[in-house]
Structure formats: structure tokens, C-alpha cells
């Protein structure tokens, strides 16, 4: 009840009235994707942003009057990093969602913030371009969410995450001042880069109004490549064949026998439900290229002991199997009420163990877990199905995500790669960052919001 009567005064501060101000509206802007946080307060308001002044205009007013504020995308992270828990205000982006430019010159595109990357992906295309970055969620999920975020997607594996593509931004601090960081040039070497300070910020350091982003061009073709085994260790050997074998494919990604079941009983893509694994591989390019460069990956699997090999025929099949693979996450939450998702990555050569220490643990705690990944980015994402409201289950959960977490770091690698820390995984941040490194990200988030409004709590405490 924090700001109610403050509410008159926030209306002037906007050209509109785009407030929601209503308990229950407002508790649908508290939660996110993250199934294991649940919100233990609700935001006093929601305002829809339209232009950079209401942006500037609400952060200097809460700056002046020390009221929390949660920039807000689509809400699909998965880690608590919008869960509403101090109340406050959540800034939400949805109609700052305006495409300013795709330069083809530069190949830049300028957008706002609440662009969706599955309509900058689109708007590309019809010029020629490309922009790679796919979270499998790129058809709703936002620029601004996803830089937050730092978010990746299969296509990472050859184009890199969102980082790469960020060229400058637009960002207004924590008292209402607009920055501009970066130049919207192809090289940049003055200074200090906060443009990429902004990457994986959760929203704790700046909110983003503007972004300029590196397009390149649109590959001619793409093919999918499916190739099934019988055990893990196997199908892990051949993607590290690939890579060692000089062919560059946009995506190496794995389903392990509980996601290839699950998902296929979900979209009837035509998956092979009797196989322990799914090795996915994608090979995009000019023509001649993809089909050299399938015939050799063809060769590579041939002599890995793959049991099965498909190769897309055309757009409609390519679509087919990475639409089932990207439908993963729905496909998980149809075994249980609930599901939890992780995202943990060591490096290549570890991936087999990794993957058979997440299975053991799995069954050790009695979980249902579907394994999927970025294979050739040694990343994975066990999904665990189950009723959260059941405490044995959640608490089983629990133990087996801190036991994942332990192995993983013993295995050299570390607790996210491409979700983010949010609340979900706070606790175990100091396990994976020096320590020193830790007090200056303190620091940094001490200058850039000395009064601790801009999402606090997330990513780290302060006061640690
Ligand atoms: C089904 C599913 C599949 C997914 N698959 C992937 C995947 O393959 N790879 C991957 O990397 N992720 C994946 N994710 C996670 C999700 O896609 C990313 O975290 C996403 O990019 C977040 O975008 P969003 O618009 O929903 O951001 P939100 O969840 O709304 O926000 C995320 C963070 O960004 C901050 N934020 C939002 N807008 C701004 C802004 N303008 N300025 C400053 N901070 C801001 C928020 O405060 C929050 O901290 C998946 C999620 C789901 C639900």
C-alpha cells in the first residue's frame, strides 16, 4: 500500500494513463516463469512505459521517493529476476515495442525495448539480414529482457548470445538521467564498455529505453540433421567429433530418451521415442556449403555409432524438428503440475559426465527429469517435472538442484549460462564468483543505484 497515495502525483508524471493500480491486476505483474520463486509481495503499480520521458519520469520520482522499480519484458525468465518481492513499481515495456530502423548499410536495427525477438528476427529477414540470437521462447520474449538476461539459444553455439549483438544503448539511471553508451559504429574503442556492463544486468543498474543491434547477413540455407544413439557417452563423442572435425554448424543441440518421449507425444514430430538420445545439428550457410558440410557431419555421425540419421528436406521439415525441440519446456510441464528448469554448463569435454551425473541425481532423488541442451556449447538444461506443493518433492528438488550445482563446479563449470541468477540462484553466487569480483560487482551496483531501488535483491544482496 506503499505508493496509493501517491498515485495522483504518478499519473502526472506520464503523457498517458497507462497504470494499472487494481490488487489482482497488479499480482499478475508480480510472478515470472520461475516456477520455484513465488512472489511474497505484489507491485503497488504497473505502468506501461510509451516514451523514454515517462521512463525518466517515474525513476526520478521513485529516486527522489525510494520506491522500488522492476523493468518488466514478456516475464519469461526463468529465475525469479521479475518476482515482485519488495512491492514497488514494475515498468513494463509491451508498448515501447517499435522497430526505429534496419539500417542495411550498417546492418544495424535500432529498436525499443519491448520489441520482440521473434518480429526483429521477421523484419530482418525482409531485408536480407539476420539476427541470430533464439532463446526458444524468441517469439515472445524482448530485446530489453533478453540483454538483460543475457540471453542465448541454439544458434549460440555459431553466432554467439545477445552480447554480441549489442552495439550501443540507450539506458536512464536510477535518478532519471538519460545515458547513451556505445556508438552506433562497427568499432568502438573508447573507454570503458557499459554497454556491455548492461549485459546480464537484471535490470539492477540501468533501465534500457533504446537498443542498437548488429545484424549479418541471412544464411541461403539451413538443414536440420537428427541423429539418434544408444547411449549418452556415444552421442556426447560425436559432437565433440564434429567440432574437431572443422565443420561449423549454426546448432548442436541433445535430447535425452524422457524429453524425446515427452516431446514427441506433445507435437507427433515423428521423433524415434525408442532411443536413449537425440542429437539435433543444424548446418546453415550459402547452398554448396550446407551440403558439404552436411555430407560431412553425415560422415562424422556414420562413424559414431549413430543409429539412425535424417536429414531435413526442405523449410517445412527443418521447422518440424526444431519446433518440437523448442517446445521442450511446454512439453515437460504437461508430466506434472509443475516444472523447473535449470541451466547448467562445464566445459565440452565433461559434457557426458555431466549429463550421467544429472541422470543419478535424478533417480537418487526420485525425480522426473527430461535433459535437453546446447550440446556443443557443453550447456544443459535439466527439466525436473513435479508438484511443487508436494514437500517432499520440492524438498527432494532442492537437495538435487544444490548436488547438480556441487558437480558442476567441480567439473569446471558453473551455475548459468545463459538464464541468469535472479533470485533463484543468489544463494549460490559466491560458490562460482571470486570473491573480489564479487565486492566490485557490489560496487558497481552501489554507484550506478545508491539508493538500492532499481530491482533490488536480485543477482546478489549488498549488504553481503
Ligand atoms: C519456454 C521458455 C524457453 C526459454 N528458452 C531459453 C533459451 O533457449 N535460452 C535462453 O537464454 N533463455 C531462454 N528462456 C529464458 C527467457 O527467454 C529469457 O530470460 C528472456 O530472453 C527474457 O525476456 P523477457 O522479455 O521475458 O524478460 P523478463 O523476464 O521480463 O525480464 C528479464 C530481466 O530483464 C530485466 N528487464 C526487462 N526489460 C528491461 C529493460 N528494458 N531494461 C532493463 N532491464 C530489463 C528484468 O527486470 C529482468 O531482470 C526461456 C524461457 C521460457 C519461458
Given amino acids: ?19 494499472l493500480t ?15 520463486i513465488k512472489p511474497t509481495a505484489k507491485p503497488d503499480l504497473v505502468v506501461f512505459a510509451e516514451t523514454v520521458d515517462d521512463v525518466r ?3 526520478k520520482y521513485s529516486y527522489e521517493h525510494e520506491i522500488p522499480v522492476i523493468s518488466r519484458g514478456a516475464g519469461t525468465n526463468m529465475v525469479g529476476s521479475c518476482v515482485c518481492d519488495t512491492g514497488g513499481i514494475v515498468l513494463n515495456f509491451s508498448k515501447m515495442n517499435k522497430i526505429l530502423e534496419i539500417d542495411s548499410v550498417n546492418m544495424t536495427a535500432k529498436v525499443q525495448p519491448g520489441v520482440v525477438l521473434g518480429d526483429l528476427k521477421a523484419a530482418a529477414e525482409k531485408e536480407g539480414l539476420f539476427f541470430p540470437p533464439d532463446p526458444s521462447n524468441y517469439s515472445v520474449s524482448t530485446i530489453g529482457g533478453a540483454i538483460a538476461q543475457s540471453s542465448g539459444g541454439a544458434l549460440g553455439f555459431k553466432y554467439g548470445t545477445i552480447k554480441d549483438y549489442v552495439v550501443s544503448l540507450k539506458v536512464v539511471v536510477s535518478d532519471g538521467r538519460l545515458m547513451t553508451l556505445g556508438a552506433d559504429t562497427s568499432k568502438d574503442s573508447v573507454g570503458y564498455h557499459l554497454a556491455q556492463l548492461m549485459v546480464g544486468s537484471e535490470g539492477t543498474l540501468g533501465v534500457i529505453v533504446e537498443a542498437t543491434l548488429k545484424l549479418i547477413p541471412k544464411p541461403d540455407e539451413i538443414k536440420a540433421i537428427s541423429a539418434y544413439y544408444d547411449d549418452i ?6 559432437v565433440n567429433a564434429v567440432i574437431a572435425g572443422r565443420v561449423a554448424p549454426a546448432a548442436i543441440d541433445f535430447m535425452d530418451n524422457n524429453a524425446i518421449k515427452a516431446v514427441e507425444d506433445y507435437t507427433k514430430a ?12 543444424s548446418i546453415d550457410g550459402q547452398k554448396s556449403s550446407v551440403e558439404y558440410q552436411t555430407d560431412m557431419v553425415k560422415e562424422i555421425l556414420e562413424k559414431s555409432n549413430a543409429t539412425e540419421i535424417r536429414i531435413s528436406q526442405n523449410p517445412d521439415e527443418y521447422d518440424l524438428i526444431w519446433n518440437a525441440r523448442r517446445s521442450s519446456f511446454a512439453a515437460a510441464a504437461r508430466l506434472a503440475p509443475d516444472v523447473v528448469t535449470d541451466d547448467i554448463i562445464v566445459p565440452k569435454q565433461n559434457l557426458a559426465q555431466m549429463a550421467n551425473i544429472c541422470k543419478s541425481i535424478a533417480e537418487k532423488y526420485n525425480l522426473k527429469m527430461c535433459l535437453i541442451g546446447h550440446a556443443g556449447d557443453g550447456n544443459l538444461h535439466p527439466q525436473i517435472a513435479l508438484n511443487l506443493e508436494n514437500e517432499a518433492e520440492f524438498k527432494n528438488c532442492a537437495d538435487a538442484r544444490a548436488e547438480m550445482y556441487k558437480e558442476v563446479i567441480g567439473l569446471g563449470g558453473t551455475i548459468s549460462a545463459e538464464h541468469g541468477v535472479g533470485l533463484e540462484k543468489k544463494d549460490y553466487i559466491k ?32 549488504d553481503n
Avoid at 487494481?22 to 520455484?36: F, I, K, M, V
Avoid at 557417452?233 to 560425436?238: E, G, S, T, V
Fill in 233 to 238: 557417452a556415444c552421442c556426447m563423442n560425436a
Fill in 270 to 281: 515423428g521423433l524415434n521415442t525408442n532411443k536413449e538420445c537425440l542429437l539435433l545439428i
Fill in 1 to 19: 500500500m506503499l505508493l496509493k497515495n501517491k498515485l495522483q502525483e504518478i499519473k502526472t508524471l506520464l503523457n498517458s494513463n497507462n497504470i
Fill in 431 to 462: 560458490n562460482v564468483v571470486d570473491s573480489t569480483a564479487l565486492e566490485y560487482m557490489i560496487m558497481i551496483k552501489r554507484i550506478f543505484d545508491p539508493k538500492n531501488i532499481l530491482n533490488p535483491g536480485k543477482i546478489f544482496n549488498i
Fill in 22 to 36: 487494481c490488487e489482482e491486476e497488479c499480482y499478475c505483474y508480480a510472478e515470472d516463469a520461475s516456477n520455484l
Fill in 57 to 59: 519520469n517515474i525513476l
